[in-house]
C-alpha cells in the first residue's frame, strides 16, 4: 500500500471531521488579569500529605516568583461524618472506541467493582461517562450512590464499533472522536464549580508519530491552535484529566506505554508539533494528572486516584506580563520541605 499522507486516515483528521476542534479560535478569550487556578497535589512517597500552609509553598511563573493571592487547604479528613466532599467532582469515563472490544466488559467490571465499594457510599459526586463511537453520552446529575450507578453500567449496552484498534487503520478517526469527546466535557463542566477531576478508563488514543505520519506546515499549524486551546480551557474549567489503563487492558507493554513522554514538553513552535502532542497521556501530564497503568486491577487504580483527592491544595496567582500572544509559561510549585512532591499543571499560554 502507498503510505503517502493523502493515502492515510491522518489525512481525514486534519481536513474534515475535527469539526469542534479546528473551527474554534486557537485559545478563548481572556478576562484580563483573570488568575491562574492551580490545585496541587503534594505528595511523600506517593502518598498525599495534609496540613501544609501557604508559607509552604513558593509558586513560580517562568521562574520566577509569584504572589499567591488565594491558598486553600482540602482534606477530605476535616468532612463532617456523614457528609460528602464536593469540593471536586469526579467523572469516570468509560472509553468504548480506544478500549479493545474484548476488553470492553473487563473495564466495565473494574467500574462497577469500584462504584459497589463500601455500600456504594462515595466521598465524592461521581458522574458516569460513556463514549462510544456516537459520541459522549453523560448522566444529567452527579450522585454519591455507587449501587445506582452500577445499575447505569449495567443499562448501557456495548453498541458494535465499525473502527478498529489498529494505529493506521482508524486510528485518525478515533482520535477525532476522542478530542471531540474531551471538549464536550469541557463544555459541561466549565461553569460547574469546583475541581473536576475526569478519570479516563482507556488505553488512550493511537500517537500517529512516525514518518508516516508526517504534517504539513499548515496541519502542524492547526496542531499547534489545538493544543493551546485545550490547554487553555482545560485549565479555565479547572479540570484534571488522569488515564487509567491496566497493561492487561491495553494490549500493550511498557516501552509502548511510556512512548507518550516523548512528546511532554509543551508546544510553542509549530514545527515540532506532532499529533502525539495531543494524545491522552501527554493531556493527562500536563493537566497535573498522573498516567496510572501497569499489572494492577481497574479497580485498584481507581482508588489510587480518588486517594489523590483526600488532600490537596488549591491557590492562585495572576499571570505574568506576556509580549507576544500565546506565550507559554512554565509553573512550578516549591516547596520548603525537599522530601516532598507537588504535582499539577506545568504551564499556561498566557496573553499581551
Do not use: C
Not at 475535527?18 to 512517597?45: E, F, G, N, R, W
Not at 512532591?341 to 499581551?352: D, F, I, K, S
Amino acid at each position: 500500500m502507498n503510505k503517502t499522507l493523502a493515502s492515510l486516515p491522518l489525512a481525514l483528521l486534519l481536513s474534515l471531521p475535527l469539526a469542534p476542534v479546528a473551527q474554534q479560535p486557537a485559545t478563548p478569550v481572556v478576562a484580563a488579569k483573570q488568575p491562574i487556578v492551580l490545585d496541587i497535589l503534594v505528595t511523600k512517597s506517593g502518598k498525599p500529605v495534609p496540613n501544609l500552609t501557604q508559607q509552604d509553598f513558593t509558586a513560580l511563573d517562568n521562574a520566577q516568583p509569584s504572589k499567591v493571592l488565594v491558598f486553600h487547604q482540602h482534606n477530605l479528613a476535616d468532612v463532617p461524618a456523614g457528609q460528602v466532599d464536593a469540593s471536586t467532582n469526579l467523572i469516570i469515563i468509560l472509553d468504548q472506541v480506544n478500549t479493545p472490544y474484548d476488553k470492553v466488559t473487563f473495564a466495565r467490571q473494574g467500574i462497577q467493582q469500584f462504584l459497589k465499594q463500601n455500600n456504594g457510599y462515595l466521598n465524592h459526586p461521581v458522574t458516569l461517562g460513556f463514549f462510544t463511537e456516537k459520541g459522549l453520552e453523560m448522566q444529567t446529575q452527579p450522585s454519591i450512590d455507587g449501587n445506582a450507578l452500577s445499575a447505569a453500567i449495567d443499562k448501557q449496552e456495548q453498541g458494535y464499533r465499525i473502527l478498529g484498534n489498529g494505529a493506521q487503520y482508524g486510528g485518525a478517526q478515533r482520535m477525532t472522536l476522542s478530542l471531540n469527546a474531551i471538549d464536550t466535557l469541557i463544555v459541561n463542566e466549565k461553569t460547574r464549580p469546583g475541581r473536576k477531576v475526569i478519570l479516563w478508563v482507556s488505553p488512550g488514543w493511537a500517537l500517529l508519530a512516525g514518518p508516516q505520519n508526517v504534517l504539513t506546515p499548515g496541519q502542524q499549524q492547526q496542531t499547534l491552535d489545538t493544543a493551546i486551546r485545550l490547554s487553555t480551557s482545560l485549565r479555565q474549567a479547572r479540570i484534571t484529566l488522569y488515564s487509567i489503563y491496566p497493561l492487561g487492558l491495553a494490549g500493550v507493554g511498557t516501552g509502548a506505554g511510556e512512548y507518550y513522554k516523548s512528546f511532554l514538553k509543551p508546544l510553542t513552535d509549530p514545527s515540532k508539533a506532532s499529533l502525539a502532542n495531543l494524545s491522552l497521556q501527554v493531556l493527562v501530564t500536563q493537566s497535573g494528572g498522573r498516567v496510572l497503568f501497569g499489572n494492577d486491577l481497574i479497580l485498584n487504580y481507581l482508588n489510587k486516584a480518588v486517594t489523590d483527592l483526600s488532600a490537596f491544595y488549591t491557590l492562585a496567582i495572576n499571570p505574568a506580563p506576556s509580549t507576544q500572544p500565546n506565550q507559554f509559561h512554565t509553573l512550578d510549585i516549591k516547596l520548603s520541605n525537599p522530601r516532598l512532591e507537588a504535582l499539577t499543571r506545568n504551564g499556561y499560554y498566557a496573553q499581551p
